[in-house]
């Protein structure tokens, strides 16, 4: 007898080994408290930008937020439950936007890409999410005499560089407000799957929120710097599956760098909050 | 303004950069030949195993074929023209299985799994064809006094050894006839894709076909041996994001080998005939 | 004109192209203060051993010491500035003993083997300070529940697995007196580099001494645990270039085992004051 | 009682676990047929250089060969008995070169230094060879639409780029004259291992020869072809351990291209015909 699926359990591909294991679904089914881990450091360089360029990297029903200020931030996450206990990088390119549709209304941070280094983390984000995650190399950074240096490659082409020195601590008074102030309702992202066979339709095509709220997120330090970012120009043949992406990147108009940050937090959320725009 | 999608060009997230760049649509659109590229050397391990159990890893509307024969199938390719001349391998378990939908009735080798060590590739593979890929690593054999020893792991954990000997070359006369007695329309799969914040529920859910013909392949030599595979019991901890898989295929039972073979090919497809089941 | 090598520098293969740079030598012959950097996190653990077993693995001039105590430490190190601020991983096996020379009687912790992922500074550590060290893989721990998990491979081959649970922090208070409980004089290693086409015989071969004493080291946080640790049986076929060193380590006996630690540090030495012993 | 090196026997640190393994010594002190293996594809390109620039690389007794002409070779190998049928890949720079010592007169290659992606096979060229043997990332060339594309990294710095097209094949009646071109004594070396403690001094220092002759080597196809090379200058912190060997070779003047090469061949030696040069 073939398989059936069961009732209110979760499936990826491939569906033929039983319920899927990821960050929303565990063994038997157990979800994960994401209480005192898992455990990020995160580092972000902020410019103002050319709102026409953002625009176009934009698609229906979106538009842009109240500055055109592009964040690029690159995070470093340890002490995974859903891993039991390992732990990936992540580096996103994201600026404020709005999205109108039918029902929904909302404001927040558009995630143009998010690079991953674990292809595990990656499948799960696109297909049940919708976060448009793509794999590169993303190596621990480089920490020398007060200058953090971020770096991220494919197959030994490195395409970006960011660089961050002249820290300084934010008081833990100030950390909790500081933290708040990235406001708006969540993030934003645009699920796509294409349809087998018809190429250029598509199965799946919707706009996707990820609410703000992260409750047991806890900002255990907060630091404040002068950063900058460069994105290298790339051939087709440096970047055959992503010169695209990197290209865009580059040529993104930088008209003058909003600082940069070191977020240190625990805790996290399983993101089964994440929900299709309307 | 916000992007629109160009008719007829195909699409994958980010779908932000422009069309995306893939096995079937290249710079500009362009489509690649895999006339004299990619070059694979393919080892596969075949053995009887149960068919109750091969049943159970089956979705509606599959059965398992004539025989219930495992064939485990591991590939190193290289050259691959919408990788700029990268490489990348794979690993795969199937056996043969009859579809009948309401309009199709189709034979073929049903793709349980299909591990690879490059994200780029997994991507399309999973969104555009349908095929149940996953990311391990796949380092090269280890080739020692007459032995090839293949072998595959996920974050350190060693889950798979694959090793044949006594190879003997397939005289060139019978190469032809022997690599085409793999009969029946072609390879099947199991398409699916979760629904954003309805957890359990499918976007995307459809049995698929690549058909059998790859006229661009031409098989350079070929080989035939006496192997054994070995997958190895996994805890959660081990491998949580796939132990489930891991350990159905340590626990199917193996009957008897039925043979192993190693071939090298040049040449490919693009694949762009996948197509829906019915 | 050849090269004449400069008066005072250190030289290192090739030496072709001007005084080595390394941890004792920077760019221009500069040393490196070590202040506020390296970050280290080490974990170790111990166990009572058979005196007999280590006995067998001292060389002429060496004895136990007190008691047979094995302590394997696994340091996680980052922000080194030889390096302009990257890290790299160690894995070391030492136990107490006691050398008797012509001029030295120094006691300490004998290092049987220091694994490190980073061939630069295994090359420097082998040449420069006579540390016995060689490669291997040492991803990031793995921490769950309370646990963490360290481990090490070589080509995929896992060989040793380190767990600790049940951590205790160490009050600031007892820190001081703790860190420095481990007497002696410092690290004792051997020396030993073959001469070209004379196999069997030895260019350079004598003991040599790390002192003590680190004082840019400062002690961050202790905590004490329960851990065990497993060295895995491996063939020739496994680890042909260390199997020997890796089934000594497995066919040790472990009697009981005597607690387990972390550490969390910054600064060091250059270990410029490492001296060969008589 | 602490253990005794059995004479005859080669060590290596660390010296505590026996006889050491690798290439001239396996388990039990057996031997390496090196008879049908390992297999090697070698690129090489070459140019005609500055013979000044090219002296100031050369140690005191040796002079640079009739012609200027520096090879840039990269070769991945693979079915190495002495590590059970692993593989790794090499980046060799050299040139012709005369040493005059008090006894011996040889001409060959002078090998300023091999980046090897092994370890294993780095520690035991330099010790026990004298090769100026250092790590970096040599990953599978890539080969798209008859150009072979070779690289080099260091902790994601790419330093080297091998391009090379227009590939004849040398027919086979000509491969045998072709391959034995390479005329002189072997390839040169200087090994040097710095003395503990004090700084700046030698515990070895000597020419060394690796002499021609490799009986059991048999080319299997020979190409021909016209290629580049390029060094990319690297700043400290991008090449913290050898920027100054990248940058010598950056700097390196190029006349004038002669040619590129592609040899597979099959079979070794264990090179322990190696010897001291006086």
Redesign the interface.
């Known amino acids: 007898?073939?398989?059936?699926f069961q009732?209110?359990?979760?499936?990826?591909?491939?569906?033929?080994?039983?319920p899927s294991?990821?960050p929303?679904?565990?063994?038997g089914g157990r979800k994960y408290d994401n209480l005192e881990?898992p455990k990020m450091t995160a580092f972000s360089v902020s410019f103002l930008s050319n709102r026409e360029q953002l625009?176009?990297?934009?698609?229906?029903?979106?538009?842009v937020g109240a500055e055109p200020v592009v964040t690029v931030a690159i995070q470093y996450v340890?002490?995974i439950?859903?891993?039991?206990?390992?732990?990936y990088n992540t580096l996103g390119v994201s600026f404020p936007a709005v999205f109108t549709g039918k029902k929904d209304h909302v404001t927040g941070n558009f995630l143009?890409?998010l690079w991953e280094n674990l292809?595990?983390a990656?499948?799960r984000g696109?297909?049940?999410?919708?976060?448009?995650?793509?794999?590169c190399?993303i190596?621990?950074?480089?920490?020398?005499?007060g200058?953090t240096?971020c770096?991220a490659?494919w197959?030994?082409?490195?395409f970006m560089d960011l660089k961050i020195e002249n820290w300084k601590q934010v008081p833990a008074e100030e950390v909790s407000s500081a933290a708040n102030k990235q406001n708006g309702d969540g993030t934003l992202h645009?699920?796509?799957?294409?349809?087998?066979?018809e190429?250029?339709k598509?199965?799946?095509a919707?706009a996707?929120l990820t609410p703000y709220d992260i409750p047991n997120r806890v900002v255990k330090e907060m630091w404040q710097g002068e950063g900058t970012v460069r994105f290298y120009k790339a051939a087709?043949?440096?970047l055959?599956?992503?010169?695209?992406?990197v290209n865009?990147f580059h040529n993104l108009e930088i008209k003058e760098y909003r600082g940069a940050t070191m977020v240190k937090t625990t805790g996290a959320k399983d993101l089964?909050d994440?929900?299709?725009l309307q």
């Open positions: 007898m073939s398989y059936k009732a209110g359990k979760m499936y990826r591909m491939p569906t033929h080994f039983g294991l990821g929303r679904q565990g063994e881990s625009e176009e990297l934009l698609p229906e029903g979106f538009a340890t002490e439950e859903w891993l039991a206990g390992h732990g143009t890409v292809t595990d990656i499948i696109r297909e049940e999410l919708g976060f448009s995650k793509i794999y190399e190596p621990e950074p480089r920490i020398y005499q200058q240096h770096f490659s197959m030994g082409f490195k645009y699920k796509y799957i294409p349809k087998t066979g190429w250029g598509a199965d799946v919707y996707v087709w043949e440096d055959p599956t992503q010169c695209n992406i865009t089964s994440q929900r299709i």
